[in-house]
């Protein structure tokens, strides 16, 4: 039986690196897009996939609440992954020899305090894992890549400077997904995802919330989409503390489903450590 776990991007990808904190005994296996992350568990190619849902500084990933209610999988975990970046070349060259680095688009205004001090310029990549790949096959003695220390492990690159990005704060949300459910109580601290679509009538989204409010349940995440192409018809996803179980939860999810006419839970797992 398989035991990979699948994510998007390259091997040494934060996406990786997510796989590594909630899996280590699970063999990694890269895809190329998001879909075929799915694709590859419900192929059975993998048995779980890791998706990033949101990042402290840059908010939710695009399409990824479109894809999981449609996926037909269930989140079973959450994994916060602090990004670390840091600056690799290949063996034997100097920090001061690097005139010009590549990364994914988003690492570059991370570290832009750091490449000015050193006079570094920097170059938009596809994937900065698959960056650090291409310059472990070949490149100028003056380029570097940006990445994780992961990245650099798997390729044989040197890491030259560590943690250069200008906030200690970006951390980016993973769900970790099964095919199958896991409803039950494994922590303290639970979370609940669902999504919903309330029903037309007025003040609906108010009175369902409303729920929530009365019963002290605390939500952490609210954000509404699109569904169908339609501007009419719009979908919630949710975060909640708490288990289904619990009595204030249980009556919460009843008053939703009053005002809703779709609802789905997406999943019941504990919440990461780091959420707090």
Partial sequence: ???????????????HEACVAARPDMEALPCRTFEDVIDAVKSGRAVMAMLPVENSTYGRVADIHRLLPESGLHIVDEVFVRVRICLMARPGINLSDIRKVRAHLVL????????????ITAEAAADSAGAAAELAR?????????????????????VLARDIEDHGHNTTRFL???????????????????VFQVRNIPAALYKAMGGFATNGVNMTKLESYMVGGSFTATQFYADIEGHPDDENVRLALEELRYFTNVLSILGVYPADPKRF
Avoid at 138 to 158: D, F
Avoid at 176 to 194: G, I, N
């Fill in 1 to 15: 039986m398989t035991n990979r776990i699948a994510f998007q991007g390259d091997l040494g990808a934060y996406s």
């Fill in 108 to 119: 570059i205004p991370q570290a832009r305090a750091f490449l000015e001090k050193h006079g």
């Fill in 138 to 158: 070949g490149g100028a003695a003056h380029e570097g890549v940006l990445a994780s220390e992961l990245a650099a492990n798997i390729h044989g690159l040197e």
């Fill in 176 to 194: 970790l997904m099964a095919p199958q459910a896991d409803l039950s109580r494994r922590s303290d601290h639970m979370m609940t995802t669902f």
